[in-house]
């Protein structure tokens, strides 16, 4: 009786064994097996990079490394899902091609690898928390930079808002005429973005000062006021993330309330977008061109958004839907793939060779400056219209550029100088770094930029950000690194 029970034990667990084995090729039998394969692989790999770089800690969600892999995930990963069970979600030029996704997927899959092989090359672990060496005798330079640039900022965004050049509330034709002019000013509005980020290292390092506390909040309700007259969800939300960001880099957890009101401010503010969007493209308003015709559009936005969606739950539901919608970047892949060469139009004149130097030539100088609207070429070829922008994204770029191998390469590249930075920021560190790792992590590293403008913004903000710090902080000198460094060490031991 045991022999017969063993025997049935035995081909159980074999029979076990069997289903296992072939799962993936009852996966592999249909287009969305395939997909939730790849995606289960890139699950796996991401998890896997996570767990050997560093210590599974929340705070760890703005090493850029991690940081761009969750965006990976869920932009190329799990947003595309609704798209998967409901075809009629997919972009009409795929045609309800699974095939087509599966192989932008895989690509990201390779991608990903070349990024994460990147980080590896230059990954510098170490077991010491971070320190943020304080520099209180400075305190007077840096909140002095900090107005400075604010005001610059808010003067920049004041001059575009007035002279119709200003995010969603441009004129497009004036745009295009002042494009020179336009671009000096729109480098100068993110000022004020690094003036929060200043501000918001002396708000969270030692204790809470009364004065630099309401500098803090007036420069970020100002900023939060700009970021609904753009038009423009990322100029709001990033101010967000931005709190967020240097809150968890100078206390050491991860600031949950401000990642959760990023994420949950998105879905809100979706559905009013659209309305305010609406509103400003219509021939209900002259023109945003200053705070009293901002003020007019914002409320007629906000009546027609409220009218639109009807009770506050469809309004959440609307946003939801819309946001995920928006975080899906796989589609765009996939279009690109199923255009051929179609793509390699999008770039027009501009070449590789120019990055090196593209963000310093001004355009007066250099008048056949090569423009970079690929984004709007890419609207076009789906069918939108040129006042329309669509992501193309870093790794569907690359492989515009220079086909897989260019994916792997573009990849590599940007795993290199993505933990490059990360080293910066860890173990004994400066309010300096933390500046410029804060600034070049929100403004530089987006997974929906093309290649050439995410490599020409890095080029365009890392001197930037020199010039400010040697004027804010200085730079502490080694010895005083080294007794920090000692100093912590003997702490952390006792």
Known sequence: MENVLSKSDSNSKGLLWALLAALPLLLLSSAGGVYFLLLAILVCLSVFYVATSGPLKLSRIFDVPVYLTIFVLLNFGFAPLEALWDPDNMMVNLHGNLTIMNKALGFIVIGMVAFWLGCKLVERRTVQPRYVLPQENK????????IILYLVGFASKLYLLKAHLFAY???????????????????????????????????????????????????????????????????????????????????????????????????????FYNAYRAVVRSQATEGVSDFSSAATALNLAMTVGADAEGSNDEWVESGSTHT????????????????GDEPKEFHGDAKLWMIPFYPFVPRLVWSTKPVLDDGTKFSVALGSTETSSTAITYPADCYIWGGLAGLIVGMFCLGLVAQRYTNSISGITSKYQVLKYSVILLTCFRIEEGAFPLWTEILKVVPTIFVIGLIAYGFPSRNRVKQAGMSQAATTSS
């Open 324 to 339: 995920l919608a928006r975080l899906d970047l796989l589609q765009y892949f996939g279009a690109i793939l199923n255009m």
């Open 169 to 271: 509330t441009a004129d497009l034709d004036l745009y295009k005429e002042n494009l020179a002019n336009a671009q000096v000013f729109m480098f100068g509005a993110q000022l004020s973005t690094m003036a929060l980020i200043m501000l918001g290292i002396e708000k969270f390092s030692g204790k809470p000062r009364f004065g630099i506390s309401f500098l803090f909040w007036t420069v970020f309700a100002s900023e939060c006021v700009w970021g609904l007259i753009s038009g423009m969800k990322s100029m709001l939300l990033t101010n967000l993330l931005a709190v967020a960001v240097v809150s968890t880099l100078m206390g050491g957890k991860l600031a949950r309330k401000w990642l959760i009101g990023a994420v949950v401010g998105l879905i809100v503010v979706y559905p």
């Open 139 to 146: 305190a007077g330079r840096i909140l002095a930079a900090g």
